[in-house]
């Protein structure tokens, strides 16, 4: 296996060839934050949190999806990078309908921590107030559009973990969203096998067992890693 | 000539009341109202929401009594999933409900309305608030500082947090009692009776005494009471069914399960006012004026069922009569029931089936329509949902307990404008401050929520506007 060799914040890390930027991050003991990156499942790069800099590059690259190569020079936690950050997680809460107080996820939410990471109090983007609705159909599951965030980590889980390839996204920009099927009610999705690993992947609130009320929600983001690692090395750990 | 009085700060005021007085050309009052301008819109942003959620929606109406909230959407909710829930779960509701009324009652009592009673209405309204009881007597403000306490921290103790615990859940609650949280509550029950004991003699030999005139004159007047009994008629504030008794002591109504109360209850719309004036049907628009709350409810029962609150009771109705009509009877109603509330808590935390750990049941939508009720601190609370086949709703009716008294409140308004204004205003009035002051504490006889988010730290937002026959605002003054 080939090493090759980098510089994160200021330290030199050495990491397998084929990492990408945020596996080296990790391995150098730092890290950015994430929302739609989760170990197990193949990266999209769709939030944009992660994005680093890297010296001799005019653009900014998120980590999760950008190969590391030899001698490059990585800065992670640039007052640019912070202020981007911070406006992403604001974009995200302006554009949806994010309400704490009494969602499911609330305290076992991943994008009340990034919040909470990147130093974000309020958002400076007009709140959008979309009208969604939630799909209510499945009989152990829902789907809230209002706190879906597109992260697509439940699209990749079933596709790549599952196997059933139940969820797509549809439609573009403020339109866009994620669909069952063919763009059915969950509930009449036969492809589904009600295995719950979107519910589980989750970062928020959107997708929820039908029992759980406020602040109920225990998501588990780790069994994508858990379930790829027992599929491919047999090893199955916890 | 038209003029307006300003009292600065107004920032704090926020459209929560206002009191318009108004006046025929000779002067003369001819009717008062107590309007709220605020509007939040509750039951329309519910729906679309799944049922489930209800119980953490509504308990972020108040920040007082969310715990009135939460049981309502829960026992709504057990409803429609059709379960029965388990024995220590029902009796860990109870729990929750007598702690939170006895936190609630303590500081309406204590923070908000004993000030006027040992300061004096024309003391100094910037040292009438708890700070000046602090000032004038310590060790009560502490004692009932510290019974409040005793009643949050037990919601604490059984949801994890002192405001919007959303711990019970349709199904039942979240958790059980740990063995801690019930040595406390035992530990603490002492000092909260002793209280409780020192405030209910203090207030009595008031009653006896300076403030007879006030029991006349704030909001004495026949209506109907409306609460919750037991099926025997004992005092309940969760189960049971409900009655109406009229002043005369005549049971109006009795046995009424809320899931009829469309039939027994109506609500009528005032141009001037966001809240609505719910009235007892058969009587009609105004006839059928209700209150509803503390005094309500020790109107409507036969007898509380445990011995030092029944005492209490049979001493305050040869105080006020065996109903007692007068809204002033509001504060001595509320020390009543703390002491049923203390004697109900400490029989519960001694029944072991307190502390078994099925505390919960799990079903899938079973109804399309349910009604919950409970009694919170202010009155009975009416929560109505209509949901499709995913549990999603489609309709929400919220009754709530301070609407219910809106029309005794401008009774009451009222009955106090025509004591304590010149009759007829003469031109150039200024309202004094000693009828600002009777007002704001003839409204905070029926302690409604919107006393309460604001009041706290000394003052209720209130704006008094005189009104003239051809419309023209005489007078106004504002406080906030």
């Not at chain 1, 107080?101 to 909470?116: I, M, P, R, S, T």
């Not at chain 2, 409780?196 to 008031?206: G, Y």
């Not at chain 2, 099925?358 to 899938?364: K, L, N, T, Y």
Request: proline letters at 5%.
């Amino acid at each position: 296996m080939s090493v090759i060799t980098l510089q994160v914040d200021g330290r030199d890390v050495a990491v397998p060839a084929g990492s990408t930027l945020l596996q080296a991050i990790r391995a150098a003991g730092l890290s950015v934050p994430t929302l739609c990156h989760l170990d197990g499942l193949d990266p999209v790069g769709a939030c944009r949190l992660c994005l680093v800099e890297v010296e001799g590059s005019q653009r900014l690259l998120a980590a999760c999806a950008s190969e590391a190569s030899e001698g490059q020079v990585i800065r992670t936690d640039t007052t640019q990078l912070q202020g981007y950050r911070r406006m992403a997680v604001e974009l995200f809460f302006a554009e949806g309908n994010h309400v704490c107080a009494f969602c499911v996820a609330n305290g076992q939410c991943e994008l009340q921590d990034v919040a909470v990471a990147v130093g974000m109090d309020h958002s400076r983007f007009p709140y959008q107030y979309p009208q969604r609705s939630v799909d209510a159909s499945h009989r152990h599951f829902s789907l809230d559009h209002n706190r879906c965030i597109l992260c697509t980590r439940c699209v990749r889980v079933c596709d790549q973990i599952e196997g059933a390839h139940v969820w797509d996204v549809a439609e573009r920009g403020s339109d866009c969203r994620i669909v069952a099927g063919l763009d059915q009610p969950w509930g009449e999705v036969e492809a589904c096998t009600s295995c719950g690993k979107c519910v589980d992947v989750c970062p928020t609130g959107a997708l929820y067992a039908n029992e759980d009320t406020t602040a109920e929600k225990h998501p588990h983001p780790e069994r994508a890693h858990q379930l790829r690692r027992a599929r491919e090395h047999q090893q199955w750990l916890r | 000539m038209a003029r307006t009085v300003v009292i600065d700060p107004v920032t704090r005021i926020e459209g929560h009341a206002k009191i318009t007085l108004q006046l025929d050309d000779d002067g003369h009052l001819v009717d008062s109202r107590f309007h709220v301008v605020e509007y939040r819109g509750f039951e329309t942003f519910c729906e679309g929401r799944p049922f489930t959620e209800m119980a953490g929606i509504t308990a972020r109406i108040c920040g007082i009594c969310p715990v009135s909230h939460l049981l309502a959407a829960a026992k709504t909710g057990d409803k429609l999933l059709a379960v029965q829930i388990p024995a220590a779960a029902l009796k860990l509701r109870r729990l929750l409900n007598l702690a939170q009324i006895t936190q609630s009652h303590a500081l309406s009592f204590f923070h908000l309305s004993s000030p006027d009673f040992l300061l004096g209405w024309e003391s100094d309204p910037a040292r009438r608030n708890l700070f000046g009881l602090m000032a004038a007597d310590p060790e009560l403000a502490r004692a009932g500082i510290r019974l409040r306490q005793f009643g949050q921290q037990i919601l604490e103790l059984l949801g994890g947090r002192k405001i919007h615990a959303a711990w019970a859940v349709p199904g039942g609650v979240r958790s059980p009692l740990s063995a801690e949280a019930r040595d406390w509550i035992l530990a603490r029950l002492p000092e909260a009776q002793a209280t409780i004991r020192l405030a209910l003699e203090l207030h009595k030999r008031q009653l006896d005494g300076p403030l007879q005139q006030e029991q006349r004159l704030f909001g004495s007047f026949p209506s109907l009471f409306m609460g919750l009994v037991t099926p025997e008629g004992l005092w309940e504030h969760l189960d049971g069914q409900l009655r109406f008794r009229a002043s005369d002591g005549t049971i109006v109504a009795d046995g009424l399960r809320e899931d009829d109360y469309a039939s027994f209850l109506a609500e009528a719309v005032e141009p001037w006012s966001y809240l609505k004036f719910p009235y007892y049907r058969p009587l009609g628009y105004p006839d059928g004026m209700y209150r509803v709350g503390p005094l309500a409810r020790l109107n409507v029962c036969d007898r509380i069922g445990t011995p030092w609150a029944d005492r209490e009771l049979a001493e305050f109705r040869q105080r006020s009569g065996q109903v007692a009509i007068s809204s002033f009877a509001y504060h001595h109603a509320r020390l009543v029931e703390i002491v049923a509330c203390l004697e109900a808590i400490a029989t519960l935390v001694e029944d072991p089936e307190l502390m078994h750990g099925r505390v919960r049941c799990r079903a899938s939508l079973n109804h399309h329509e349910a009604v919950g009720v409970s009694e919170a601190p202010r009155g009975t609370l009416f929560h109505h949902y209509r949901v499709d086949d995913d549990g999603l709703l489609t309709k929400v009716n919220l009754i709530i307990a301070t609407g219910q008294n809106n029309l005794a409140m401008n009774r009451t308004v009222h009955q106090i404008a025509r004591a304590y204004i010149p009759d007829p205003v003469p031109a150039g009035v200024e309202i004094p401050e000693a009828l600002l002051n009777r007002l704001e504490a003839g409204i905070r006889c029926f302690d409604p929520c919107l006393s309460c988010s604001t009041h706290a730290a000394g003052q209720m937002p209130l704006a008094i506007r005189l009104v003239a026959a051809d419309g023209r605002v005489l007078a106004e003054r504002c406080r906030g």
